[in-house]
């Protein structure tokens, strides 16, 4: 199982990045998949999931309304649409695969995936 995060750079704050993920060894539709991120200093955290289907994808409360996840099973990957971004959004962002195609809010939220790749940096700065 692989998962390579990208799209991540330097945005000013209202701005926009779009994060692509690319996965092997598993199919995107058959598990459930998001996005943590870990800002400088602070504990890792589910940023959005596909938490059961395609319907109603996690987001935690800070993105809500800007940042929109999405999956594309014909080319196996992952977006992450980031809008209006904000300073506090600054953080490596890391794609996650949890070890089953259904799973909670709670445990997207707690970041405890079992599979993430290499990270992106996004830096929301002025």
């Known amino acids: 199982v692989q998962l390579q995060a990208s799209g991540g750079g330097l945005a000013q704050p209202g701005g926009s990045l779009r994060l692509s993920c690319s996965v092997s060894?598993?199919?995107?539709?058959?598990?459930?998949v998001g996005w943590l991120r870990q800002a400088p200093g602070k504990a890792r955290e589910g940023v959005s999931c596909?938490?059961?289907?395609?319907?109603?994808?996690y987001y935690t409360d800070s993105v809500k309304g800007r940042f929109t996840i999405s999956r594309d099973r014909d080319k196996n990957m992952v977006y992450l649409q980031m809008n209006s971004l904000k300073p506090e959004d600054t953080a490596v962002y890391y794609c996650?695969?949890?070890?089953?195609?259904?799973?909670?809010?709670?445990?997207?939220?707690?970041?405890?995936?079992?599979?993430w790749g290499q990270g992106t940096q996004v830096t929301v700065s002025s």
């Open positions: 996650a695969r949890a070890p089953w195609p259904v799973i909670s809010g709670a445990l997207c939220k707690s970041g405890a995936m079992e599979y």
């Open positions: 060894g598993f199919t995107v539709g058959a598990y459930a």
């Open positions: 596909f938490t059961n289907g395609d319907d109603s994808p």
